[in-house]
């Protein structure tokens, strides 16, 4: 084995025993699933944005609520603000930080949920979108990653996943923490 896989192989080890043994993590999960529960079940959506992977871990998560997840059952309302056509032209009117917030102003009603990943926890756009959702009275969850940067004072839950330096790592855990969501919702609400 390279030294290199190796490196790599024990970083991941060290930070998934990290991961499984953080208790508050584990209860940030359960508690931002029964968030998410309560607004699907009384007719309210799921908003997700991020930036780079995490623009595909937010479409992932939307695409996993209103597609499905391992088993067959009815379409659950989430969106992920990730249309190339709206983003680009928010981003060529108004600039690229407003981009997210747009959408949270265009799509967010009371009683929403938006989901806002960042690994550093301090994207501008990210932010911003967090501050139109508590403005229009949506529930922020937060997904970040070591000390969460300025997400966590930006969402009513943030969680944050153990990481070394390196985003690849957080992102790792946040499918993880997605899938974690999908199983919970689905059971929660009986599906």
């Given at each position: 084995m390279?030294?290199?896989?190796h490196?790599?192989?024990?970083q991941m080890?060290?930070l998934?025993?990290?991961?499984?043994?953080d208790?508050?993590?584990?209860?940030?999960?359960?508690?931002?699933?029964?968030?998410?529960?309560?607004?699907?079940?009384?007719?309210h959506?799921?908003?997700?944005?991020?930036?780079?992977?995490s623009?595909?871990?937010?479409?992932?998560?939307?695409e996993?609520?209103?597609?499905?997840?391992?088993s067959?059952?009815?379409?659950?309302a989430a969106?992920?603000?990730?249309?190339?056509g709206?983003?680009t032209?928010?981003?060529n009117d108004?600039?690229?930080?407003?981009?997210?917030?747009?959408?949270?102003?265009?799509?967010?009603?009371?009683?929403d949920?938006?989901i806002?990943?960042?690994?550093?926890?301090?994207s501008?756009?990210?932010?911003?979108?967090c501050?139109?959702?508590?403005h229009?009275s949506?529930?922020?969850?937060?997904l970040?990653?070591?000390?969460?940067g300025?997400?966590?004072?930006?969402?009513d839950?943030?969680?944050?996943?153990p990481?070394?330096?390196?985003?690849?790592?957080?992102?790792?855990?946040?499918?993880r923490?997605?899938?974690?969501?999908i199983?919970l919702?689905?059971?929660k609400?009986?599906?």
């Amino acid at each position: 084995m390279s030294t290199v896989l190796h490196s790599e192989i024990e970083q991941m080890r060290r930070l998934e025993l990290a991961f499984y043994e953080d208790q508050v993590l584990m209860d940030h999960i359960e508690k931002a699933a029964g968030i998410m529960a309560t607004a699907l079940e009384a007719g309210h959506k799921i908003i997700c944005c991020g930036n780079g992977g995490s623009m595909s871990d937010a479409m992932h998560m939307a695409e996993e609520l209103s597609g499905r997840y391992r088993s067959k059952r009815k379409a659950l309302a989430a969106i992920a603000l990730s249309d190339p056509g709206f983003l680009t032209c928010a981003a060529n009117d108004m600039g690229y930080d407003t981009v997210f917030e747009r959408g949270v102003e265009a799509l967010g009603k009371p009683g929403d949920v938006l989901i806002a990943i960042s690994t550093s926890g301090n994207s501008p756009n990210i932010l911003k979108a967090c501050q139109k959702a508590h403005h229009n009275s949506l529930k922020v969850i937060g997904l970040s990653s070591s000390t969460g940067g300025l997400l966590p004072s930006y969402a009513d839950l943030c969680l944050l996943v153990p990481t070394e330096g390196f985003a690849d790592r957080a992102q790792e855990f946040h499918i993880r923490i997605i899938h974690l969501w999908i199983a919970l919702i689905e059971h929660k609400l009986k599906l």
